[in-house]
């Protein structure tokens, strides 16, 4: 008698236990989706800003390398570089044509690279005045990244200024 009575106390057990135990409501489900879909939206949007950047780096490079390699090119020609044959004057945008001295085709060659790598609305400007250091500016449009923190540049114009002794 005693195992029947245990036998029976163990079934309500179980079914009492099943009958709370249903399972997730819907609504439960639907609150898990939402959050869910909400922390994806967020990684999209990081991964989104992420590529930006990663290319405004890029172009920040590329800015760097440019300012370089007119550098470069006018050390090669050292004498012209200090007798101001590759100096631009004000900031320059257009690719200015090739007349036929080395520093001018330097330049044209150097402006041409600017446009390749940084688009066509990319500006350079080469100052070397006597006895000074000479300084190089590339300007080029960054509309696609975020600012991060860059003061006193308008939206979307990003410029690099190297300064160097030829």
């Known amino acids: 008698m005693s195992m029947i009575r245990n036998?029976?106390?163990?079934?309500?057990?179980?079914?009492?236990?099943?009958r709370v135990e249903r399972g997730a409501s819907l609504i439960e489900v639907?609150?898990?989706?939402?959050i869910m879909a909400i922390g994806l939206l967020g990684i999209a949007a990081m991964q989104t800003a992420a590529l930006r950047n990663n290319q405004s780096a890029l172009e920040r490079s590329q800015?760097?390398?440019?300012?370089?390699?007119?550098?470069?090119?006018m050390r090669a020609n050292?004498?012209?570089?200090?007798?101001?044959?590759y100096n631009m004057g004000?900031?320059?945008?257009?690719v200015?044509?090739?007349?036929?001295?080395?520093?001018?085709n330097d330049?044209?060659?150097?402006?041409?690279?600017?446009h390749?790598?940084?688009?066509?609305?990319?500006?350079?400007q080469v100052t070397c005045p006597a006895n000074s250091p000479c300084q190089v500016t590339v300007r080029w449009n960054d509309i696609r990244a975020t600012d991060g923190g860059i003061t006193g540049q308008a939206a979307g114009n990003r410029s690099i200024t190297t300064m160097a002794l030829l």
């Not at 036998?7 to 099943?18: F, G, K, N, P, Y």
């Not at 800015?63 to 090119?73: H, M, P, R, S």
């Not at 330049?107 to 600017?114: E, F, G, L």
């Open 116 to 124: 390749d790598t940084l688009g066509t609305d990319a500006c350079g």
């Open 78 to 85: 050292r004498d012209q570089a200090l007798a101001g044959a």
């Open 63 to 73: 800015a760097v390398i440019q300012t370089y390699a007119i550098l470069d090119a």
């Open 7 to 18: 036998i029976s106390r163990h079934r309500r057990r179980t079914v009492s236990t099943a």
């Open 90 to 94: 004000a900031l320059t945008c257009a």
């Open 30 to 34: 639907l609150v898990a989706v939402l």
């Open 96 to 104: 200015p044509a090739a007349v036929g001295t080395l520093a001018q």
């Open 107 to 114: 330049v044209n060659a150097w402006m041409q690279s600017i």
